[in-house]
Structure formats: C-alpha cells, structure tokens
C-alpha cells in the first residue's frame, strides 16, 4: 500500500476507533441497560458513575482513554515521516467517540479519550489540565465545570504553542471548540443554576465554606 493510502487511512482507523464506545463494551461485558437509556443518556464515565457505580465507571474510563492514546500514539506510525499525522488521528478519534456513525453520530462528549490523546501528544499539557480538573471538581463538584475548565487550560497551552508547534495549537483549540460544543446543554444548565452536583466530591468547597463560617462572615 502506498505512503498516500496509509496517511490518509490512519485518521479514518482512528474515527472507527473512537466510535467503539467503553460504554458499550462495558454493558457487553457486565450486563444491565444501555447507559442511553438511564440517567442523564450520556455513555461516558460521568453517567455511569452515577448509574452503574464506579467499577462500571472505571472500565468505561479506561477504554475511552485507552482508544485515544492508541490512535494518537500508535496509529501515526502507518505514515510516520508527517509531524502532523498524531494530531490528525488524535483529533479524529475524538470525533469518533463525538459522533459515532452506529449510533447515529449520539456518542460521549470526548473528555477521556482526548485525554488520551493529549497523554500522548502533549502530556505536560495534561497533567496542567489534570490538576484545573481536580481542583475545580473539589471546589465546585461540577464534572461538567471542571472539563471546561481543562478545556481552557488546553486553549492557553495551544495559544502559548502558536509559533513553537503550530500542529499542537492547532489541535488544541479545534479540540477545545468540540469540548464547548459537546458540553453546550450542561454550558446551559450551569448559567441557568440547573446542573447536576457531585456534592460528595466537593471536599474543597465544603471545607471553605466551613471555613467562613466558623470565621464569624
């Protein structure tokens, strides 16, 4: 096969790749619903937390991500002379999970499996993301908050890569515009005061708050 065919063919592995959903495999392997038909109908690692508890959680996490960290780090190896190539599949599989074709293009919201990509493409990156994450999900315990949050950590680490590595900031801010356009309802439900908690996760926040209030405010 030529160099042209295996270039073009690895972005399109990583679509399929990223349209096999950890929700999917999960339920193949456990049982019980289609996470599409309990709680908020999202087949990511938010929902079936908080549907199918964290064993089922964590393996649909660990799929997710794992796909993004094979079509970012593994498959550009089909073509491996173009520097572009990993952020090409990085972003495709990304999509694939967005918009799965077998599902009629209603899949996860991304969170994990661009994780995986960035653990690849540009892991100091992550662990920046990571931490906003954290610290947002312990203030606030708002999942969705906290991605957007890494979502903006990732717009600064592509803005500040403009001139040293366009493909990364590139990648970065096309990925951060999916990340907003995913999360568009829970966006909605934050401003309106409707979104879902997770208050057990809001260590910070309820440790501050505390604070305060024993402080005599």
């Not at 063919?9 to 990223?18: E, F, K, R």
């Not at 969705?144 to 957007?148: D, M, Q, R, V």
């Given at each position: 096969?030529?160099?042209g065919?295996?270039t073009a063919?690895?972005?399109?592995?990583?679509?399929?790749?990223?349209s096999?959903?950890g929700?999917d495999?999960?339920?193949?392997?456990?049982?019980?619903a289609?996470?599409?038909?309990a709680?908020?109908?999202?087949?990511?690692?938010?929902?079936?937390?908080r549907?199918r508890?964290?064993?089922?959680a964590f393996?649909?996490?660990?799929?997710?991500?794992?796909?993004?960290?094979?079509?970012?780090?593994?498959?550009?190896?089909?073509?491996?002379?173009?520097?572009?190539?990993?952020?090409a599949?990085?972003?495709?599989?990304a999509?694939?999970h967005?918009?799965?074709p077998?599902?009629g293009?209603r899949?996860?919201?991304?969170v994990a499996?661009?994780?995986?990509?960035f653990?690849?493409?540009a892991?100091?990156?992550?662990?920046?993301m990571?931490?906003?994450?954290?610290l947002?999900?312990?203030l606030?315990?708002?999942v969705?908050?906290?991605?957007?949050a890494a979502?903006?950590t990732?717009?600064?680490?592509?803005?500040?890569?403009?001139?040293?590595?366009?493909?990364?900031?590139?990648?970065c801010?096309?990925?951060?515009?999916l990340?907003?356009y995913?999360?568009r309802d829970?966006?909605?439900?934050?401003?309106?005061?409707r979104?879902s908690?997770?208050?057990?996760?809001?260590?910070l926040?309820?440790?501050?708050e505390?604070?305060?209030?024993?402080?005599?405010?």
């Open positions: 096969m030529s160099n065919w295996l063919l690895a972005p399109v592995l990583a679509y399929l790749l990223g096999v959903m929700g495999l999960m339920r193949m392997l456990l049982g019980g289609d996470l599409r038909s709680g908020s109908g999202n087949v990511g690692t938010t929902n079936a937390l549907t508890g964290p064993l089922f393996g649909v996490l660990l799929i997710d991500f794992g796909k993004g960290a094979v079509a970012a780090g593994l498959l550009p190896r089909l073509a491996p002379q173009h520097d572009w190539l990993p952020y599949c990085g972003a495709a599989v999509l694939g967005c918009f799965p077998q599902h293009l899949g996860g919201k991304g499996t661009l994780g995986g990509a653990v690849v493409l892991p100091s990156l992550l662990l920046a990571l931490a906003v994450f954290a947002a999900v312990l606030f315990g708002y969705s908050l906290a991605s957007l979502a903006a990732a717009a600064g680490g592509g803005l500040l890569a403009l001139y040293r590595a366009p493909s990364l900031a590139a990648f801010l096309a990925m951060v515009l990340t907003l995913t999360h829970n966006l909605r439900r934050l401003l309106a005061g979104e908690r997770f208050e057990r996760a809001r260590l926040g309820r440790w501050l505390r604070r305060f209030k024993s402080s005599g405010h």
